[in-house]
């Protein structure tokens, strides 16, 4: 498969690396890895703000090519909700 050994490539996190806590990021590669090998639930577990960040990019490109209404409203939703996610599941993870 071609996503075999990439952990071996992946970014180390510098915050963790110097602080001993994980970041608002940390595991978002592991993520994506575990996405595009077809586990999804194991992404999720993973980061839960996964799908979210994909659902506002994917949001924000179809934007790029096609106006529609309240798509300034939809995008901060979007972008709050994620921010939420990512802000409740970092602090699930350190307590």
Same mark, same amino acid.
């Given at each position: 498969?071609?996503? !075999?050994?990439? !952990?071996? @490539?992946?970014?180390?996190?510098?915050? #963790? #690396?110097?602080? *001993?806590?994980?970041?608002?990021?940390?595991? =978002?590669?592991? =993520?994506?890895? +575990?996405?595009?090998?077809? !586990?999804?639930? &194991? &992404?999720?577990?993973? @980061?839960? =703000?996964?799908?979210?960040?994909?659902? +506002?990019? +994917?949001?924000?490109?179809?934007?790029?090519?096609?106006?529609?209404?309240?798509?300034?409203?939809?995008?901060?939703? +979007?972008?709050?909700?994620?921010? *939420?996610?990512?802000?409740?599941?970092?602090?699930? #993870?350190?307590?």
């Amino acid at each position: 498969m071609i996503l !075999e050994g990439i !952990e071996d @490539y992946m970014f180390t996190c510098t915050y #963790k #690396k110097f602080f *001993g806590l994980e970041c608002f990021g940390c595991g =978002a590669q592991r =993520a994506t890895v +575990l996405f595009f090998r077809g !586990e999804f639930i &194991a &992404a999720f577990k993973m @980061y839960p =703000a996964f799908y979210f960040i994909l659902l +506002l990019l +994917l949001v924000v490109v179809f934007n790029i090519f096609i106006e529609f209404k309240h798509d300034y409203q939809i995008k901060m939703i +979007l972008l709050y909700v994620t921010i *939420g996610v990512m802000v409740l599941s970092y602090f699930y #993870k350190i307590f």
